[in-house]
C-alpha cells in the first residue's frame, strides 16, 4: 500500500480505496443485471 507517514491518513486512504472498489463492482453488476 501507499505510505504517508500517517496512521489515520493511511487507514483513511485504504478505506476509500476498499470503498471505491465496492462501488465500481456493485455499479457494473447492476449495469450487467440491467441488461
Do not use: H
Request: glycine share 12%; aromatic share 6%.
Amino acid at each position: 500500500m501507499i505510505g504517508t507517514g500517517s496512521t489515520s491518513l493511511d487507514l483513511l486512504l485504504e478505506i476509500g480505496i476498499a470503498l471505491a472498489l465496492l462501488a465500481s463492482l456493485v455499479l457494473l453488476w447492476r449495469n450487467y443485471r440491467g441488461r
